[in-house]
């Protein structure tokens, strides 16, 4: 089955300790991307890739790292996570940029404490 | 200023009725434009492309206006599983921009 999968789904941690959401897509597609979602402001980009190796920052990257060493893995990183990037992540696939659907995983609920 | 504004509803409508979402974009440089479908707490899914001539998909359709830069969305025969939250988004340089939803419910 074609899919985007993210894991963990839920996450609850306390401030300043690094944590690693994963991000894992099986339909070959070169552009990935990570978004947040909070109320009021709808989604936000925070990074996106169009190749391996490629990486890019989107609208919100600050306090947030990414890598792109496998066509199909696009982890996303939090150094040193803090209260404001509490908010539900998403990972998104698609073949290619704007045009294209864009396939969104399950989401990842972060709390931050 | 946001780049793409929606009306947050929610909008309530009886199951039968239509229903209309607008949506305004401020870049007139825009290139493709969607309707996405968000059901609560879970991940937005396409729902439809949005073409200049306007399309259609069952009771779904889909107009663009590029001269006063809206799109619309309108909902015929409402269901009680059209409930969710609908996000406008327009691609500006390859880069999907996200409205902040227009929340349905469609009650019995």
């Known amino acids: 089955e074609a899919q985007v999968t993210q894991n963990p789904r839920y996450l609850i941690t306390v401030t300043g300790k690094k944590l690693t959401v994963t991000c894992s897509q099986n339909m070959n597609h070169e552009y990935m991307s990570w978004y947040r979602q909070d109320p009021g402001l709808g989604l936000r980009q925070i990074y996106y890739?169009?190749?391996?190796?490629?990486?890019d920052k989107g609208d919100v990257p600050e306090g947030y790292k990414v890598s792109r060493k496998e066509k199909r893995n696009f982890p996303l990183i939090l150094e040193s996570p803090s209260p404001n990037q509490t908010s539900l992540y998403f990972c998104?696939?698609?073949?290619?940029?704007?045009?294209?659907?864009?396939?969104f995983g399950p989401g990842t609920r972060l709390t931050v404490t | 200023r946001k780049e793409v504004e929606q009306d947050p509803g929610p909008f309530n409508v009886p199951e039968g009725a239509t229903v209309a979402f607008n949506c305004t974009y401020s870049?007139?440089?825009?290139?493709?434009f969607f309707w996405y479908r968000q059901d609560c707490r879970k991940e937005p899914k396409l729902l439809m492309s949005v073409y200049s001539s306007g399309n259609e998909d069952g009771r779904f359709t889909a107009q663009l206006n590029r001269a006063s830069q809206y799109i619309s969305l309108l909902i015929r025969d409402s269901k009680l599983s059209d409930s969710a939250t609908y996000l406008c988004v327009v691609n500006k340089g390859g880069k999907l921009i996200f409205g902040t939803g227009t929340r349905l419910q469609v009650f019995p």
């Open positions: 998104a696939s698609s073949p290619g940029t704007g045009v294209h659907e864009q396939y």
């Open positions: 870049n007139s440089a825009s290139q493709s």
């Open positions: 890739s169009m190749n391996v190796e490629v990486t």
